[in-house]
């Protein structure tokens, strides 16, 4: 498709338990990028991928988050017993590969999680 | 290491009147710099960006903004706000790999525009 799709728009869990964000990239993107939006607008990154490789995942909280795009299926960001510090909006940007002068990351709308 | 900073949390303006956002940007090697706009409960949407060339850029819903060098400044403008124009404003330096392999964008903190009727 023509836009970054995000699922669910919103999603509460209790403390402890899991969360799964999904993210299709743009048709022809294979680059994808996961951001997390905390308080105060901060965007932190967290991890992005060249098709189904990890390409950077230095902002990663590796003891609970993990991340995969697999072919043929949304990617997917899961946190395993989600803490509320955890709350937060969660955005998944797409790119062409290889990165071009001309080149925009396209942003989908944002999965806010919600810990309680 | 690159940065971005925004150093106005909050900038308000009078419909009809000009705008500028500023961003300041530190970065090693070319600086590749973008806009984008947060309306809320939406996500980013992209506004314009420089690579290369003229220092000037447009970019959508009548908005510019100005590369300059030897400021490291990359500023926001439009000649006329419209209380539509009334969002959250993030500048960001995207690093291209040059040190770290790596491709991620680097956000400021985001200046939210008002404009009053």
């Known amino acids: 498709g023509e836009e970054v799709a995000q699922t669910p728009k919103h999603l509460v869990r209790g403390e402890g338990q899991k969360a799964k964000l999904y993210c299709a990239p743009i048709?022809?993107?294979?680059?994808v990028f996961w951001y997390q939006q905390v308080l105060k607008n901060e965007f932190k990154f967290l991890i992005s991928f060249q098709n189904e490789n990890v390409f950077d995942e230095t902002g990663m909280p590796k003891e609970r988050f993990s991340a995969k795009c697999l072919p043929n299926s949304p990617c997917s960001l899961e946190i395993q017993a989600t803490k509320l510090e955890d709350s937060a909006v969660y955005f998944c940007?797409?790119?062409?590969?290889?990165?071009?002068?001309?080149?925009?990351?396209?942003f989908g709308q944002g999965t806010r999680l919600t810990v309680v | 290491a690159q940065s971005v900073a925004q150093p106005e949390d909050q900038v308000n303006v009078a419909e009809g009147n000009p705008l500028t956002v500023k961003c300041t940007y530190s970065?090693?090697?070319?600086?590749?710099l973008f806009w984008y706009v947060q309306y809320p409960n939406r996500g980013l949407q992209f506004l314009l960006k420089y690579i290369t060339g003229d220092n000037l850029v447009k970019g959508s819903y009548g908005f510019e903004a100005e590369f300059n060098k030897s400021q490291t400044s990359f500023h926001l403008k439009k000649p006329s706000a419209l209380v539509s124009d009334s969002a959250l404003y993030f500048c960001?330096?995207?690093?291209?790999?040059?040190?770290?392999?790596?491709?991620?964008?680097?956000f400021g903190t985001g200046t939210r525009l008002k404009v009053l009727a």
């Open positions: 048709k022809g993107h294979s680059y």
């Open positions: 970065v090693s090697g070319n600086p590749y």
């Open positions: 960001a330096v995207r690093d291209m790999g040059v040190t770290s392999g790596t491709y991620k964008y680097i």
């Open positions: 940007a797409s790119s062409p590969y290889p990165p071009r002068e001309n080149t925009e990351a396209f």
